[in-house]
């Protein structure tokens, strides 16, 4: 019980340490969503409402890729921007910048997937009218994103979900820096190894609030589409 109030403390007494690792965590995996959904549900568009030569197979490769490991996401990427790698004069590793990328590519394949299912069902009952209206494809793709605003902005929820959750890249390519590239999910798995329950505790408790919020937010908005 003491282990409880000492974590709930350091959240209540805004703890500098705890702040700079909560912050960070919402910089890079709000960051890493946003770019992702704005790729994630272009592609979708274009993908519902054409049909072209390949698009079963980069189906199933987006498919392939939502269930990638995220290990590794960060090991190819180490690889890729080490001193040694072939994007190594970028000198991004163990920055936020390679961290933000690792989450994109993980978050990406889900919202693309995710979207694709919910336009394509929306092309489908609106498409023939939108042709018979002279609608250009541009005009299609937008209504058809504006009529599953509701859907998509769940769909963009769970993928921040996603990338809050997430630890096996993030800890590869960020180095679990203090002060630098340390979040709430690789903290936690630090501070618990070095027995500083306190604060891994504070943390998880933080995680559990930020997703009962998101939880909320999506009730809310299924509620306004029903």
């Given at each position: 019980m003491e282990l409880i109030f000492e974590s709930v403390g350091k959240i209540l007494?805004?703890?500098m340490n705890y702040l700079d690792i909560v912050f960070l965590s919402l910089y890079v995996s709000i960051f890493a969503t946003l770019i992702s959904a704005i790729v994630s549900i272009i592609i979708a568009s274009h993908m519902a409402s054409t049909e072209f030569f390949g698009k079963n197979i980069i189906i199933i490769l987006v498919n392939t890729f939502m269930s990638i490991p995220p290990v590794v996401v960060g090991l190819v990427l180490y690889i890729v921007f080490s001193a040694s790698g072939i994007l190594g004069f970028m000198d991004i590793l163990y920055s936020p910048t390679i961290m933000i990328i690792a989450q994109f590519?993980?978050?990406t394949p889900i919202i693309i997937s995710l979207s694709l299912k919910s336009l394509t069902e929306k092309y489908e009952q609106l498409?023939?009218?939108l042709t018979s209206l002279n609608a250009s494809k541009k005009q299609i793709k937008n209504t058809?994103?504006?009529e599953s605003r509701f859907n998509l902005l769940i769909i963009v929820i769970t993928g921040l979900s996603r990338a809050l959750s997430e630890v096996g890249a993030v800890i590869i390519v960020g180095g679990n820096i203090d002060n630098l590239t340390r979040v709430?999910?690789?903290s936690i798995v630090l501070e618990t190894s070095r027995g500083e329950l306190s604060l891994a505790?504070?943390?998880g408790i933080s995680l559990l609030i930020i997703a009962?919020?998101?939880n909320i937010a999506v009730s809310s908005i299924k509620s306004r589409i029903l």
């Open positions: 007494s805004f703890d590519i993980i978050v498409g023939e009218f058809i994103i504006y709430m999910t690789t505790l504070s943390l009962l919020i998101l």
